[in-house]
């Protein structure tokens, strides 16, 4: 149980530690190149764990110290599975996702299993997919979930059709591990793709490690054969998504918390289209270099197509409370599969405190200045979803949040951070 102490008008500058998704990539990338990569600044983390494990398991010699990991890659040659060899992939569902395909690259039978809620996310067309394109693969209890048994021979390629409504993290599979396809990928995307920018870090990285992947816009991809990807060293820049939380601290109490670590003009990270949605909101907003400042004014409610910034929900959720009339946030149906049911989550915990919330099919209306009472409230196991009550732990008195230590998902260090904002210093990322 985390007891969060309100707090107002503060003034801190804090160092956000690399991004998730950024390190998933880059650590699969530099397994997929012949020879030694340095990576600096990748983010240590159980999702990031997962990843690196499962590609240890595959023969990937991987080691770090601090901030630096040395990635020993296998130029694309996994070591096969003589028997079958079980991977648990916890609940990192980008792990899962991204991961998927890289085994298909081996050889041999491998079971990709997770814990309860892994077991019910879904993972059917990224299958789907790698079955249209030579793979044996296959839900073998829940139709469409996990566990996914891989009679691993490679990725024979070709050509398919995938509708884009449901995860970017199907694409991003594909394309990382595409290269090392027999023939050419080819990726046609129907309906609208959500998340774009994700789409948009895992093409950047493969850039950086000499792979080209050629694109019209979001609506079709071309993966070459025969590529390699290149070793190197790779620099990972601040979460976009972690230093949202402090964006919004200084949103609702009315402070400044300039978050360090943080490139607005070069990321590509499309959680920093947060920022937009806090100054439309109210806030003003600094960007530097390296560095954004967030100084929080008097806020008021919008509507906002959160499609391509799904993360980005239950911070706005948080901030929302607190700012003059109702925000609706809409085009999210997708974040029911995610740690939780988010939508639901975030109804239902928003209601426990006093909030009035309204769950749609794709999305929340929150009307802002409803009286609120601190209690205990749960998470749901949710990373997200704790350091969201965090930021409404600084206007609503003896908010207990439970199950503290799920933030260990995606920000280790986030409590220490946290507490470390209220003295208004600068705390090295971890």
């Known amino acids: 149980m985390k007891k969060i102490k309100p707090f107002s008008g503060m003034n801190a500058a804090v160092r956000i530690p690399g991004s998730k998704s950024i390190t998933h990539r880059a650590i699969i990338a530099a397994s997929l190149a012949r020879g030694e990569s340095l990576v600096r600044g990748f983010l240590e983390c159980e999702d990031t764990l997962y990843t690196i494990n499962t590609l240890r398991d595959l023969g990937v010699n991987i080691s770090h110290d601090r901030e630096i990991l040395k990635i020993e890659g296998t130029g694309g040659n996994l070591r096969p599975a003589l028997t079958k060899r079980d991977l648990y992939l916890g609940n990192s569902g980008t792990s899962f996702r ?7 690259l081996g050889r041999g039978d491998f079971l990709m299993a997770g814990t309860q809620r892994m077991l019910s996310r879904p993972v059917g067309p990224l299958v789907a997919a790698l079955n249209r394109l030579g793979v044996d693969a296959t839900c073998i209890e829940k139709d469409g979930c996990p566990p996914v048994l891989i009679r691993a021979n490679g990725i024979r390629g070709g050509k398919i059709l995938m509708e884009g409504d449901q995860s970017s993290q199907y694409l991003s599979s594909l394309l990382l591990s595409g290269p090392y396809a027999d023939t050419d990928i080819e990726i046609e995307v129907r309906g609208k793709l959500v998340s774009k920018p994700y789409v948009d870090i895992t093409i950047d ?14 609506d079709s991809f071309r993966i070459f ?78 509507e906002v197509d ?20 109702k925000t609706i946030i809409r085009n999210v149906p997708h974040l029911r599969h995610k740690e939780s049911d988010r939508l639901q989550a975030l109804a239902t915990e928003w209601s426990r ?9 794709d999305g929340l209306i929150i009307h802002g200045g409803a009286p609120l009472s601190g209690t205990d409230v749960s998470p749901h196991d949710d990373h997200r979803l704790a350091m969201s009550l965090a930021v409404v732990g600084l206007r609503v008195p003896d908010l207990e949040v439970r199950d503290k230590h799920c933030v260990n998902k995606s920000f280790p260090s986030f409590w220490a951070l946290w507490n470390s904002m209220r003295e208004g210093i600068i705390h090295p990322g971890s």
């Open 205 to 218: 990285v493969m850039k950086q490690f000499r792979i080209r992947v050629e694109r019209e816009n979001y």
């Open 98 to 104: 991204l991961l998927l395909s890289v085994v298909a």
């Open 306 to 325: 959160m499609g391509d910034l799904p993360d980005m929900v239950p911070t706005l959720a948080a901030v929302a409370l607190f700012a003059r009339g």
């Open 225 to 302: 054969s025969g590529q390699k990807y290149r070793a190197g060293e790779f620099t990972i820049q601040g979460d976009a998504s972690s230093a949202s939380y402090f964006w919004a601290a200084a949103a609702v109490t009315g402070g400044k918390i300039t978050t360090e670590n943080i490139y607005p003009h070069a990321t590509r990270q499309g959680d920093i289209r947060f920022l937009e949605v806090l100054g439309e909101m109210g806030c003003s907003i600094e960007k530097g270099s390296d560095r954004v400042a967030v100084h929080g004014g008097s806020l008021s409610g919008i």
């Open 353 to 361: 405190i006093g909030g009035r919330i309204e769950e749609l099919p």
